[in-house]
Nanobody, 120 residues
């Protein structure tokens, strides 16, 4: 069984910062890509940032220069540092990870989501 547990969401004023964490646990042999997505009310889920095992990153244009994704492979944890937050960043943030288990299974697992609310 593999779980992703997110933390770090909350309420912040515009211009403020938050740091999200997502820890994967369970039957994990390796993790390739880890990413953050978000879904605002009435909108589709969208990619925010992704990082692959060798450290290559990709960001949505809307967050470039403000958000930074990083990972600690020893802890199977991915982080999202969010600076200069804007009201339009308000959403439920989800992490996901491409997991390979010791038995050879490969799948993508999602976290439960954490609410980020930015007030103007």
């Amino acid at each position: 069984q593999v779980q992703l547990v997110e933390s770090g969401g909350g309420l912040v004023q515009a211009g403020g910062s938050l740091r999200l964490s997502c820890a994967a646990s369970g039957n994990i042999f390796a993790i390739n890509a880890m990413g953050w997505y978000r879904q605002a009310p009435g909108k589709q889920r969208e990619l925010v940032a992704i990082i692959i095992s060798v450290g290559t990153t990709h960001y949505a244009d809307s967050v470039k220069g403000r958000f930074t994704i990083s990972r600690d492979n020893a802890k199977n944890t991915v982080y999202l540092q969010m600076n200069s937050l804007k009201p339009e960043d308000t959403a439920v943030y989800y992490c996901n990870a491409d997991i390979r288990t010791y038995s050879g299974s490969v799948f993508t697992r999602w976290g439960q989501g954490t609410q980020v609310t930015v007030s103007s």
